[in-house]
């Protein structure tokens, strides 16, 4: 009989696993087979990781029906270069932190591993090569949207990961014209479909770090390890 268990090889990895019925107790004999999933990418700087970006997280993770999020810092943003406050280390801490319990939840540190500038389309193609079988969503703002024409290689990332849209309560509909032209129009439709609605939360990394600089509590902003842990690491003072 062949069952879908949780690998404990591979941890995360869901596989086959054969049962042979044994005099008192089956005996387990694994079979390290990713079965296909799919997984949403969320790339950010996190820095610092707060609660909105772990609401995002979750939103498209039930909403979508994902089989996993993998957050992905970056190492150096190409529209934010030379403008990290926090380390590498101390970034991805934080996003261990605050994802730590959270079976579906996974640090994926391929962009620093990498280093340089952290092009979305050179971590797809990364992770599809380490992992064909999975099927990849790129979760996004509206803003981000808006801005995917002008990254390097829009229609490659495109193919290799649908893009995830998210969207705060109020927002106007998400608008799908900038990829007219880039993505073939049965993969906007798609898109449209998969549009995530999440409550509207006002918070940003910037404010947090402005607050942290000012001697103001950030308690409900991000979670309560993260907050100890940029007090503790001193982070964030100037």
Known sequence: M??????PVRPGVVCGAKLFPGSRSATVTWSVRAIMASIGLFGGS???VHLGHLLLAESCLEAVGLDAVWWVPAATPPHKIDRHRASAPHRVEMLHLATAGHPRFRVEECELRRGGVSYTVDTLRELTAREPDHQWYLLMGADTLADLPTWREPATICRLATPVV???AGEPPVDFGRLQGIVAPERIEACRRLVVTMPAIGLSSTDLRQRVAAGRSIRYRT????????????????
């Open 2 to 7: 062949m069952d879908r268990m949780i690998c």
């Open 166 to 168: 998210v969207t705060r």
């Open 46 to 48: 996190f820095d610092p």
């Open 223 to 238: 979670p309560r390890a993260v907050e100890a842990y940029i007090k503790t690491q001193g982070l964030y003072r100037t």
